[in-house]
């Protein structure tokens, strides 16, 4: 008689179906073990996480707003440097006329001209500069950043703004300084169609642009203004008599002024008059257009704080919602190789199962 037993019976049953469940098992952690080491996540859905979910869904999306609030700052603080770069070329070319004008007078009639002619250049240079744009949108357009603020820029000389300016310097003998000057002020301030050299969106009255300024939010219902407009100061006030209320404006205004001037009106007292109050509106143009970047100096200071505050913030929460979410990678390709073993004895047994005699059994 055989003293063998068979692989599979009544006897044996009840062992082979808890082998094969306790195979089924570790299958199962292995499963979970190779996902967690494979994707470094405790499990790719809430529900695997238990009860620590509730951190995770309370922090993930805190952390994608923060993240957001960054990225609106980094490219806010890109575009402010790009303003103040531009501004720093405005106030050169401001401070360069105010200088030049202390050259035009009866000693030298023949400095007009070349003084005329370099204020037209720069006339065009500043329409130009107004336009500057941060790669996709136009720094001093405020919210009507997809369109130049200075339709025509190239064209300045060409526009109704100059023309108008010029037909009113070329009366200055017949009409005096302070006729001349007010005409001159009167199509500096203007938002007329025709006359502004700005596009519709900045012909507007200074109060209704300080809505237009362009805004970053940094925190929750928290917004901050980041730019400057082509046609009205943003943060301080211009002062003088002849001030359009504008530093960009008084600008144009001035260089349209000294563009359009001609060496026959150097005898005349007018001429000495409005050369000097042009001089004066262009040292105003450059104390005003300094104190308006310096504010936009400190917004982008403290945009740089609120930025750091943001990124601690967000590492820590990144910690506490890692605590939870992320495997110790180390610890878990241990318990993987561990795992994998356990599979493989299981498996053998499992297969030695059929083979087993009574000799063996015993």
């Not at 692989?7 to 082979?16: E, H, Q």
């Not at 504008?246 to 000495?272: C, K, N, W």
């Not at 143009?285 to 100096?297: C, F, H, P, R, S």
């Not at 930025?307 to 910690?319: G, I, Q, R, Y």
């Amino acid at each position: 008689m055989s003293s063998s037993i068979s692989g599979i019976d009544a006897s044996n049953y009840s062992v082979l179906s808890e082998l094969a469940a306790n195979a089924a098992a570790i299958r199962e952690q292995m499963t979970e073990l190779t996902e967690q080491a494979s994707s470094g996540l405790v499990s790719q859905t809430y529900a695997g996480l238990g009860s620590a979910a509730s951190v995770s869904l309370d922090l993930n999306p805190e952390i994608s707003q923060m993240n957001t609030w960054q990225s609106n700052i980094n490219a806010a603080q890109g575009q402010m440097q790009v303003t103040q770069t531009a501004v720093s070329q405005l106030s050169s070319i401001a401070s360069n006329f105010a200088a030049q004008l202390n050259t035009i007078g009866t000693a030298d009639p023949t400095a007009v001209t070349s003084v005329a002619a370099a204020a037209q250049q720069a006339l065009v240079q500043v329409a130009n500069l107004l336009n500057t744009t941060d790669g996709t949108n136009y720094v001093f357009a405020g919210q009507d950043s997809a369109n130049p603020p200075v339709p025509d820029a190239d064209q300045i000389l060409s526009s109704g703004f100059y023309a108008q300016i010029s037909a009113a310097v070329s009366g200055l003998a017949t009409n005096g300084a302070a006729a001349t000057e007010a005409s001159v002020l009167a199509v500096g301030s203007s938002n007329a169609a025709g006359t502004s050299p700005f596009s519709a969106a900045l012909s507007q009255p200074a109060a209704t642009l300080q809505a237009e300024l362009p805004t970053v939010q940094v925190g929750q219902g928290q917004f901050v203004s980041v730019g400057l407009l082509a046609s009205a100061n943003s943060y301080v006030a211009s002062s003088g008599a002849n001030t359009t209320g504008s530093y960009m404006r008084d600008l144009m205004t001035s260089l349209a002024v000294i563009g359009s001037l001609s060496t026959s009106q150097v005898d005349s007292p007018d001429f000495q008059t409005l050369v000097g109050d042009t001089q004066a509106t262009l040292q105003g143009v450059v104390t005003a257009m300094n104190q308006d970047a310096g504010v936009l100096g400190n917004q982008s200071n403290e945009l740089t704080s609120t930025a750091s505050t943001l990124s601690d913030t967000v590492n820590a929460l990144t910690t506490q919602v890692g605590a939870v979410q992320n495997v110790d990678m180390a610890s878990t390709a241990s318990q993987l190789t561990l795992v994998q073993t356990q599979l493989q004895a299981s498996y053998q047994v499992i297969a030695n199962m059929g083979s087993l005699s009574l000799v063996n059994y015993l």
